[in-house]
C-alpha cells in the first residue's frame, strides 16, 4: 500500500465531511488552496504547533495557515484577549483604540511606516497599495515578479503560477500570462513581469516602459515557489533602480511581515520602500491586513485624499486587539531567537538527510520560514523552482501526512512555516519521519 491510498485509509470521516462540503461549497473548501487530491482533511481541533482531523488523527503543523499562525493554534493570551473584547463588541463601524495602539506598534517595528490603514486581508492590502501607487504617480504601470502571488485581485494575478508547459517568454522578459477567467484584458495590459534576483530583467522593463510605471511591487523575500531569499545585493540594486526611473517600491510583507524579523524584510535587509504590505503575523490568527508607508503617499487616501479606501470591518476592534497581543506579548524578541533557532535546526537537519540519502532535492529558508525544493540545486528565481520533480514532491506530501505531519502548504510552491508553539521535540520528530518519508520514496521512485 502506497502512502496516498494510506492517507484515504486514515481519513474516513474527513472523506465523509467533504462529500457534505462538497454539495453545498464549491470543492467543498474556502480557498482553492486549501484543496487537494482526493479531499483535504478537515479539521476539529487544534492547540499550539498540533492539530486533529475528524478521524482523530493528530498531526504536527508546518503550514500553520500558510504561516498566518505564528502564534501557534488557539495560543491562550491572544485567546483570553479575543474573548475580553468581545464581551465589549466585535464590531463598532467607528474608531477605537486598539486599531491606533496596533497602528503604533508596526510603526515601531517598521520606521518606514509613518502612517498606515488596516484592511481584513493581505489581498485587499496590496490591491490598494498598488491603488495608492497609481493614484501618487499619475502613472498606470505595475511590474510585478514571476512567481509572486500578491494576491487574486485583476491587476496582479499574473504570472503567479507559470506552468512549465505554458510559453512564459525568455527569463529577461517573461511573459505577463493572466491566472484567472473573468479577468478583462484592460485589468492586467498594464502588469508587467519580471524574474526575482535578476536586475537586468527589472532595468530592462523600466527602460521599455520608461515614464510609464507606477510602482514595482515585490516580496524581498519570496515565498511562493518555496522560500527563494534575495541574492546579496539584489535588494539594494532594486531600491536604486526604482528611485533612478522614479518608480515606487512596494515590499509585499504579507507573509514574512513580522515574521522573519520583529520588522519583517525591510528591517532584516536593511531596505527603506516606499510602501509595505502587511496581513497575516499582524493579526494574531485573526482576518487583519495593512498597508502603510511615506506620510505624503498615505495622505492621499480619503477622506484626506482622492485615493478611495473603505471596508466595513476595517480596523475592527476583535482583530487589532488579536493582532496587538500577537506583537507584544507572543512575539517578543527572545521568542524570534527561538523561532530562529528552531528554523535553523530544521534546515540544516532536512539538508543532513538529503546529502546523506544523496537524494535530489535542496533545502532553501529564511528563519523559521522554508521549504524542501524537489530540485537539485537552491532555486534563485521561480523559474528554476518551477522545475520542481512534481511526483516526487506528491508522495512526500502524502507521505509526511500519512505519518502525522502537515509539512507545508498543499502545493509544492508552499513554504512550511515554523511557529513560536513549535519545540525541539517537534522539530526532531519531524526530521525522523521525514527521512523515513524520503527513504521509502527513493527506494520506490528512484
Not at 497599495?129 to 493614484?135: G, I, P, S
Not at 518555496?226 to 515590499?251: Q, W
Request: aromatic content about 8%; overall charge negative.
Amino acid at each position: 500500500m502506497g502512502f496516498y491510498e494510506d492517507y484515504i485509509k486514515r481519513t474516513p470521516g474527513s472523506q465523509k465531511a467533504a462529500e457534505r462540503a462538497q454539495a453545498i461549497i464549491p470543492g467543498g473548501v474556502g480557498s482553492a488552496i486549501q484543496f487537494w487530491a482526493p479531499y483535504p482533511i478537515y479539521i476539529k481541533d487544534s492547540k499550539g504547533s498540533r492539530i486533529w482531523d475528524m478521524d482523530g488523527n493528530e498531526y504536527i503543523d508546518y503550514c500553520m495557515c500558510y504561516a498566518a499562525m505564528v502564534a501557534g493554534h488557539a495560543n491562550p493570551v491572544i485567546a483570553e484577549s479575543i474573548a475580553r473584547q468581545a464581551k465589549k463588541g466585535t464590531l463598532y463601524g467607528l474608531p477605537s483604540s486598539s486599531a491606533t495602539e496596533l497602528a503604533e506598534e508596526i510603526h515601531r517595528r517598521y520606521p518606514a511606516i509613518d502612517m498606515l490603514r488596516f484592511t481584513q486581508s493581505g489581498v485587499e492590502a496590496t490591491m490598494y497599495a498598488v491603488r495608492l501607487a497609481r493614484a501618487a504617480t499619475h502613472k498606470d504601470g505595475v511590474i510585478k515578479v514571476e512567481g509572486a502571488y500578491h494576491g487574486a485581485s485583476d491587476v496582479l494575478l499574473v504570472s503567479t503560477a507559470v506552468p512549465t508547459t505554458t510559453a512564459a517568454g525568455p527569463a529577461w522578459m517573461p511573459s505577463s500570462i493572466v491566472e484567472s477567467a473573468g479577468i478583462p484584458a484592460g485589468a492586467t495590459e498594464n502588469t508587467f513581469v519580471v524574474q526575482f534576483n535578476d536586475l537586468e530583467s527589472l532595468e530592462y522593463q523600466l527602460k521599455k516602459h520608461e515614464g510609464e510605471i507606477a510602482c514595482f511591487i515585490l516580496e524581498p523575500c519570496m515565498t511562493n515557489g518555496g522560500v527563494i531569499p534575495p541574492d546579496p545585493g539584489y535588494l539594494k540594486g532594486v531600491r536604486e533602480l526604482t528611485i533612478k526611473y522614479n518608480v515606487l517600491l512596494i515590499f509585499d510583507e504579507v507573509k514574512i511581515g513580522a515574521r522573519i524579523a520583529p520588522g519583517g524584510g525591510a528591517e532584516k535587509y536593511g531596505i527603506t520602500p516606499d510602501l509595505i504590505t502587511l496581513a497575516k503575523a499582524i493579526g494574531g490568527g485573526t482576518p487583519l491586513g495593512a498597508f502603510g508607508g511615506r506620510r505624503e503617499l498615505m495622505e492621499l487616501i480619503t477622506p484626506l485624499g482622492p485615493a478611495v479606501h473603505f471596508g466595513t470591518y476595517n480596523a475592527n476592534p476583535l482583530t487589532t486587539t488579536a493582532g496587538l497581543t500577537c506583537l507584544k506579548e507572543v512575539l517578543t524578541t527572545e521568542k524570534y531567537k527561538e523561532m530562529d533557532e528552531l528554523g535553523e535546526k530544521y534546515a540544516s537537519g532536512l539538508e543532513e538527510i538529503i546529502s546523506r540519502l544523496n537524494f535530489p532535492a535542496s533545502v532553501t529558508h529564511e528563519g523559521p520560514l522554508g521549504g524542501i525544493q524537489f530540485v537539485p540545486e537552491k532555486p534563485h528565481t521561480y523559474r528554476e523552482a518551477n522545475q520542481c520533480n512534481k511526483d516526487l514532491w506528491k508522495e512526500y506530501w502524502y507521505g509526511m501526512l500519512s505519518k502525522g505531519v502537515i509539512p507545508m502548504g498543499s502545493g509544492w510552491f508552499e513554504e512550511y512555516s515554523i511557529s513560536a508553539a513549535h519545540t525541539v521535540n517537534d522539530i526532531e520528530e519531524t526530521l525522523n519521519i521525514t527521512e523515513d518519508v524520503l527513504s521509502s520514496i527513493k527506494k520506490k521512485l528512484l
